[in-house]
């Protein structure tokens, strides 16, 4: 099969198309023909070597997917070979003609597989940070950094279970926080002053997506660090004593895929597309990315 692999960290030249052996499900996994595949801000930070979880070269990449099960391994009951599913790719090898899947639901109907592959992992990481935070009804929450795929995602996740959210982004991408939901401020210096404007006496909790340095103003607003948790920003945690979100320290919250059909059809949860790019040109799509000026998702379209 076609997949992309690097051998050496670098910028999004390394990216090479290469054939490997095509992948067999095992006990619990599906294999799917890709559809398409999301990109995120992990898979550049990973390919850069600026983020590590211990794998070696050469790498694979690509974790969201969404595409048709042409094979199921021992012990698969939920779904069926020719269901369209969409999921976390096993080893971060989604940008494939074939992946691996242990974690996956079936696509709602009312998805097609490229608006489908932008969401697995900003939903479980948004639901795994408002489910630590402890963001209810009646909750206050701001999020820095709201208009990318996790910020838009956990905007939504909020409203849906009553919070009040104030959202911080980019002058251009006002309204659109306010269609998702959200509450705008422009971030940048005075930020602090512009959300207390709408929040006098701070607010709850505090989500930090951008990683921008704004930790400690964070702690104020949201009255201690015990209040913020920042996905984002792993030395600022260290300095600030706030928590650094993964999958590996709080487990994962993969249960949001099989729930979020819900809201998708009740016309209560939307993550836009903001581009599509062909397999070849991944690298290309790791450019923009990286530039972190993306209202929701980026996508490759495989087949």
């Known amino acids: 099969m076609k997949a992309v692999?690097?051998?050496?960290?670098?910028?999004?030249?390394?990216?090479?198309?290469?054939e490997l052996p095509d992948p067999h499900p095992g006990p619990g996994q599906v294999r799917i023909k890709v559809h398409a595949v999301g990109i995120s801000g992990t898979d550049w930070k990973l390919r850069a070597g600026t983020l590590s979880f211990g794998a070696t070269?050469?790498?694979?990449?690509?974790?969201?997917?969404?595409?048709?099960?042409?094979?199921?391994?021992?012990?698969?009951?939920?779904?069926?070979?020719?269901?369209?599913?969409?999921?976390?790719?096993?080893?971060?090898?989604?940008?494939?003609?074939?992946a691996l899947l242990t974690f996956r639901a079936l696509i709602p109907p009312s998805l097609g597989f490229v608006d489908a592959a932008g969401l697995p992992v900003a939903l479980e990481t948004a639901t795994r940070a408002l489910d630590r935070l402890g963001v209810t009804n009646g909750t206050s929450l701001f999020i820095n950094?709201?208009?990318?795929?996790?910020?838009?995602?956990?905007?939504?996740?909020?409203?849906?279970?009553?919070?009040r959210v104030i959202g911080a982004a980019s002058a251009a991408n006002q309204n659109y926080l306010r269609l998702l939901g959200a509450e705008p401020v422009t971030y940048g210096d005075g930020?602090?002053?512009?959300?207390?404007?709408?929040?006098?006496?701070?607010?709850?909790?505090?989500?930090?997506?951008?990683?921008?340095?704004?930790?400690?103003e964070l702690i104020d607003?949201?009255?201690?660090?015990?209040?913020?948790?920042t996905l984002a920003d792993f030395q600022g945690a260290k300095d600030h004593g706030v928590h650094f979100s993964n999958g590996f320290a709080d487990g994962h919250a993969f249960h949001s895929l099989h729930t979020?059909?819900?809201?998708?059809?009740?016309?209560?949860?939307?993550?836009?597309?903001?581009k599509t790019f062909p397999l070849a040109d991944i690298a290309e799509a790791h450019r923009v990315s990286e530039l972190g000026r993306v209202r929701g998702r980026l996508v490759l379209v495989v087949n």
């Open 5 to 18: 692999q690097f051998s050496e960290y670098g910028g999004p030249e390394v990216l090479k198309i290469v």
């Open 57 to 98: 070269l050469p790498q694979t990449t690509g974790n969201d997917v969404a595409g048709v099960i042409d094979e199921i391994g021992e012990g698969v009951t939920d779904v069926t070979v020719g269901d369209r599913v969409f999921g976390v790719s096993d080893d971060a090898a989604g940008a494939a003609e074939l």
């Open 221 to 229: 607003l949201a009255h201690g660090a015990d209040h913020v948790i």
């Open 260 to 274: 979020i059909g819900e809201l998708i059809d009740a016309g209560r949860f939307w993550l836009p597309v903001d």
């Open 145 to 163: 950094g709201a208009s990318g795929g996790i910020g838009s995602t956990a905007i939504q996740l909020a409203v849906a279970r009553g919070a």
């Open 191 to 216: 930020m602090t002053e512009r959300i207390r404007v709408l929040a006098p006496d701070g607010v709850d909790a505090a989500l930090d997506v951008a990683g921008s340095g704004v930790l400690p």
